[in-house]
């Protein structure tokens, strides 16, 4: 097997050993370009995020396929999704050698505090609750975990993008509907007015 390891200045973790035996290894996120502009643009701006965390200057292009950070460099012990942008995890943030760590102290503080605001505004808006028949999870449901938080979200886009979709298509119905109707319409019309010349 293949030995993983930790690209992170002045992290000595490697997968071969039995002290680090309990230890996850991540690839360097890789930058997404067949998902529109906006994923493109994400992804390689956390990608570069990731690099500069690792605060390798050796680290070429042609290393990055094998590029790998420990669980340990992680506050939940594993990277957040793409989407999650906010998440302390977003990127590496903890035991750092190329940055002190008070430049990522309040991180994982500020999302809470982000996702809080979230939810309080998706309450207070009402519009989330009736685009999905699904029931909607309580504040008190939500756990802390990062890693939860982030699955949850990726299940609330996808329901969301499913609803999206499903709207989408009614609205083609519906535009469909009311061209037929506007053509019924002018052809009464016609006849109406045909009727009326007689």
Not at 35 to 40: A, F, L, M, S
Not at 68 to 96: M, N, Q, T
Not at 160 to 182: A, G, H, Y
Request: glycine content about 6%; hydrophobic content about 30%; proline content about 5%.
């Amino acid at each position: 097997t293949m030995v993983n390891f930790c690209a992170v200045v002045g992290c000595g973790n490697r997968s071969d050993r039995p002290r680090d035996s309990e230890l996850s290894f991540y690839r360097l996120p890789a930058v997404i370009v067949h998902q529109g502009e906006q994923t493109h643009q994400l992804s390689q701006k956390r990608r570069d995020l990731w690099l500069a965390r690792i605060h390798r200057e050796d680290l070429g292009p042609t290393k990055h396929p094998y590029t790998r950070v420990c669980s340990r460099h992680f506050i939940s012990g594993k990277p957040s999704s793409l989407y999650e942008e906010l998440s302390p995890d977003w990127a590496p943030s903890k035991f750092l050698g190329g940055a002190p760590e008070s430049s990522f102290s309040g991180a994982e503080e500020r999302y809470e505090r982000a996702l809080l605001r979230r939810e309080k505004k998706r309450q207070s808006d009402g519009r989330f609750n009736s685009l999905s028949k699904e029931p909607r999870l309580e504040p008190e449901e939500l756990t802390v975990s990062v890693g939860c938080q982030t699955t949850t979200t990726e299940v609330d886009i996808t329901k969301l993008q499913e609803e999206r979709n499903r709207l989408m298509q009614e609205v083609e119905v519906l535009k469909s509907t009311n061209e037929q109707l506007s053509s019924q319409c002018a052809q009464l019309a016609h006849e109406n007015a045909n009727y009326a010349a007689k």
